[in-house]
């Protein structure tokens, strides 16, 4: 029969355990945190009036950074049992929010397309389904595409700012669209509601940013321009 203080000190021992592991993972963390800060970094550029004539360049320079954050997702992976990813899931969350949402600005960027949850994992390099390992929990995807919403609103401000009067214009349909799509979820995730209750100030923020477009009538004139182009 084993003693109380045997049982104790088997306690002891698993939680002795557990705290290197999450020691482990959060120096891993703190090296990713510091790649997704170079990053962004470099995509904050493009809200300079100068960034805008730059945007592949930048695109280019944020990919090769993805690479490193590619190297430390790997390396976080051995760190824990891959059945325990939502014990520890608290820990890479955030960046993990954080890297989804620079991948979704990047793609935006290059193509003004939505990052699907299947392309964010391949540029992360992992998973997308829980039963293959460490995955993109679709919730943490969701919370990327949010923040995603609010960059562009910030970047629909600043391309009037650098002259560029077409962009805020597609800005505009690209977060309806995503607003249309965010309305058909029955969100129960409590932190994901409140960042999805934000969406509806970027939009109008926008709504304000078309409607001073059109009342300079900067937006018709540059739409006329463009299609005359064609």
Known sequence: ???????????????SADQDVREDIRKVVQVLEQTAREILTVLQSVHQPSGFKDIPSKCLKARELFCTVR???????TKFPAEQYYRFHEHWRFVLQRVTFLAA???????E??????????????????????????????????????????????????????????????????????????LKNDPLRKRYDGLKYDVKKIEEVVYDLSIRGLAKEQEGASTGDQ
């Open 71 to 77: 190297n430390h997702l790997g390396d976080l992976k």
């Open 113 to 186: 397309t939505l990052v699907t949850r299947e392309e964010v994992a391949g540029i992360l390099g992992i998973e997308v389904d829980r039963e293959k390992g460490f995955h993109l929990d679709i919730e943490d995807y969701l919370s990327g595409i949010l923040t995603l919403a609010s960059e562009l609103s910030r970047l629909a401000v600043n391309s009037v700012t650098a002259g560029d009067y077409t962009r805020p214009l597609r800005i505009s349909h690209f977060i309806n669209e995503l607003d249309s799509g965010f309305r058909l979820l029955n």
């Open 105 to 111: 600005f990047v793609v935006y960027l290059e193509g």
């Open 1 to 15: 029969e084993m003693s109380v203080t045997e049982m104790f000190s088997n306690i002891q021992e698993y939680l």
